[in-house]
């Protein structure tokens, strides 16, 4: 299994409070990535990084916002969380080795938000 | 945007039957195709892959095969059990060397003993 560990596992908060995810891995892989899972939307990608402080938008980033300031760890911050980011959300590492490159997901945070 | 679109969203089948999943994408540049297994309250685990060089890939149970004309790609799995039972996602690539993917919705295999 990949070395990928997130943290906290479980979350419970109230809306209007800040929120951190962590995501660390051991695989010195170049790329990382937050995603989020819904019933009935599968997984969508919230933000990924290509390296140390290089960021990008996914298709779900509005509310979100990430840091890497090592290769191995990647934050995902919910500013003011609201209701609608209750969810599971996952990390997910993957080589560079040009080209795309599969994919590997850690244990997931579930986080409800009250 | 570009979308996965997935198909069934459930599927039940008797033990010992075959599962289909089939999956269109709509990025023309798409040239990996993965497919993930996720069990009830586990992470998602990559099963099989496949890239646009490729009409067909088997591993032991699992096949999966790509119609770049089409673009449709899809997830066979013969002689189901019932450890097979999972919901089963499968993914397209973004562009051409993005390391992004986009997601299909997911399809709940029930393998009924």
């Known amino acids: 299994d990949a070395g990928i560990t997130q943290s906290p596992r479980h979350k419970v908060t109230e809306t209007g409070t800040p929120v951190t995810l962590r995501c660390h891995q051991t695989?010195?892989?170049?790329?990382m990535y937050w995603y989020r899972q819904d019933p009935g939307h599968g997984l969508r990608l919230i933000h990924y990084?290509?390296?140390?402080?290089?960021?990008d938008k996914g298709e779900v980033s509005d509310g979100y916002s990430v840091s890497r300031s090592k290769t191995e760890d990647f934050l995902l911050t919910l500013e003011s969380a609201t209701s609608s980011q209750t969810s599971v959300y996952f990390c997910?590492?993957?080589?560079?080795?040009?080209?795309?490159?599969?994919?590997?997901f850690g244990d997931g945070t579930r986080l409800s938000i009250l | 945007g570009e979308n996965v679109e997935q198909h069934p969203s459930t599927l039940s089948v008797q033990e010992g039957d075959s599962a289909v999943i089939k999956c269109t994408y709509s990025?023309?540049?798409?040239?990996?195709f993965p497919w993930y297994k996720q069990e009830l309250g586990k992470r998602p685990q990559l099963i099989i892959d496949?890239?646009?060089?490729?009409g067909e890939k088997k591993d032991q149970r699992i096949a999966v095969t790509l119609n770049k004309t089409a673009k449709h790609f899809s997830l066979h799995i013969t002689e189901t059990q019932p450890e097979d039972s999972a919901v089963y996602f499968c993914?397209?690539?973004?562009?051409?060397?993005?390391?992004?993917?986009?997601f299909g919705t997911g399809t709940l295999l029930a393998v009924q003993p």
């Open positions: 997910a590492i993957s080589k560079d080795r040009g080209g795309n490159q599969p994919q590997h």
């Open positions: 993914a397209a690539s973004l562009g051409g060397a993005t390391n992004k993917l986009i």
């Open positions: 496949i890239r646009s060089n490729v």
């Open positions: 990025d023309s540049a798409s040239n990996y």
């Open positions: 695989e010195n892989h170049r790329y």
């Open positions: 990084s290509y390296g140390v402080k290089d960021t």
